[in-house]
T-cell receptor, first 110, second 115 residues
């Protein structure tokens, strides 16, 4: 079983619509959670951290559910530029080693 | 502001050949990492370094060696390339481990094909 699992998608989203997707993690001792964004054939870049109480960054909302061991990302008012693969990242130990999910592809269409 | 720079960007090798990937960062980061990314799989950690002169094994270290002789550079070597090492390799750096905010800074990637 993978330590971090994501629906690979693609999630095809009309421009202006809302899309949400989850990521599950297996290690209940996981401490920190993040969403990274990766454009096609580019390097990953940090999108946002995920806090226990949930947090927003503009059109992006991240939630953490420790009881069910998943995190979620919601994108409102989708833009064409939101088309990318979103990587779920979990930090399981104190020194900072990160576990990456394989990513969820989002395609925003006109 | 270059950030993290990887060279070469592309390389084709024959089975058994050796090569070195170079990663350089100009952010004075202590931590550096080498990952590989394969279709359908998350980034997997090959080796990492927590400071100049130190290296440690990650999740998939077999077939690779690394060196961190200078703080700004982290080299990844393949002594005898195998087709299973065909992948995209990403170098990353971060400012620290214990107080890590989660932000890794990645290079643009190096696409390696082993025939």
């Amino acid at each position: 079983r993978k330590e971090v699992e994501q629906d690979p998608g693609p999630f095809n989203v009309p421009e202006g619509a809302t899309v949400a997707f989850n990521c599950t993690y297996s290690n209940s001792a996981s401490q920190s959670f993040f969403w990274y964004r990766q454009d096609c054939r580019k390097e990953p870049k940090l999108l946002m951290s995920v806090y226990s109480s949930g947090n927003e960054d503009g059109r992006f909302t991240a939630q953490l559910n420790r009881a069910s061991q998943y995190i979620s990302l919601l994108i409102r008012d989708s833009k064409l530029s939101d088309s990318a693969t979103y990587l779920c990242v979990v930090r399981a130990d104190s020194w900072g080693k990160l576990q990456f999910g394989a990513g969820t592809q989002v395609v925003v269409t006109p | 502001n270059a950030g993290v720079t990887q060279t070469p960007k592309f390389r084709v090798l024959k089975t058994g050949q050796s090569m070195t990937l170079l990663c350089a960062q100009d952010m004075n980061h202590e931590y550096m990492y080498w990952y590989r990314q394969d279709p359908g799989m998350g980034l997997r950690l090959i080796h990492y370094s927590v400071g100049e002169g130190t290296t440690a094994k990650g999740e998939v270290p077999d077939g690779y060696n690394v060196s961190r002789l200078k703080k700004q550079n982290f080299l990844l070597g393949l002594e005898s390339a195998a087709p299973s090492q065909t992948s995209v390799y990403f170098c990353a750096s971060s400012s620290s481990g214990t107080s890590l905010p989660g932000e890794l800074f990645f290079g643009e990637g190096s696409r390696l094909t082993v025939l």
